[in-house]
């Protein structure tokens, strides 16, 4: 047995489109993951998250490199990882033809569960993911959110050692994500392993031990999130808040070339990567301009960071 509950090592895959050339959808990744951590694979849409899921969950076969999940090789052992593994993945459906209640007994059965113990886990399902009013519908006839709820709670039901989730919130209410966030940090607390992808950059803020950032199948930076912050030292973010942001203030402002700007009437938020004196500088400088309400300087979030280190990326 290995230490790792993931090990990747280059990999690489390759589609081939039509009368185009071929695309890395994964370039030589390479990467492991601790058992009981969650894991947050992060990038721009196109960079290649989703094919290296389906890589790890066996559902398409790299073009090179390895990759071991919960021990066994994915291309050589393909049931003895399905077996260890639960998955949510984008696009991937329950089975839509059989009801809610059914498709958590098969999947609990799949799973090794039965009897009273299946009963008992489906039932709290059901109940964690508010699906006591559908449990006898078909899946085909629930709404997107619903069809999410239905998958997440499957994953959640069993206690195979490793979980994989595509962007698991997405469709989801402020509520239930709260709740879900809540359980998969218990889950990983009782040792289970959790690689999540998620456009939701506080998502991963709050639940990530360990982030890889990929852009064009690339590694770009790895790390837990303060080492990622540190990586992008001399990221501010500044907010200003006036009665009425004066004319042609955030016209100057994005000519500083900032990471990140947005406006409204009254506040001018922008992310700057500068040395402190010079954002100081200017915070006072911008002040000067109107009647300044309120002013706040914070260190980079995670989303500065990605969009620094993948903007770094595309030049
Ligand atoms: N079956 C396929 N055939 C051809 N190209 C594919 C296929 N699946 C994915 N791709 C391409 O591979 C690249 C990576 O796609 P992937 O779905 O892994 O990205 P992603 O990081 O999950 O993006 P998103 O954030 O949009 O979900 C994209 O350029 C995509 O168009
Ligand atoms: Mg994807």
Redesign the pocket.
Known sequence: MTAHAIEVDGLVKL?H?RGRPP?R?VDHLSFAVRPGSIFGLL?P???????TLRVLTTLTRPTEGTARVAGFDVVASPLEVRRRIAVVI?QQAADLLLTVRDNLASYGRFHGLSGATLQARSARAIEQFGLEECAASKVQDLSGGFRRRVQVAKALMVSTPVLFLDEFSTGMDPLLKRSVMALLREESRAGRTIVLTT?VLTEAEELCDDILIINRGRQVARGDLHALKLLSGGVYELTLTFDEVPAGLAAEVAALGPLRMETTRTTLQVSLKEDEQQVLALVSRLAARGTVRRVEVSGASLEDVFVELTSLEEA
Not at 45 to 51: H, I, L, M, V
């Open positions: 589609f489109p695309l959808a990038g849409n196109g960079a290649g998250k989703t094919t984008q456009q």
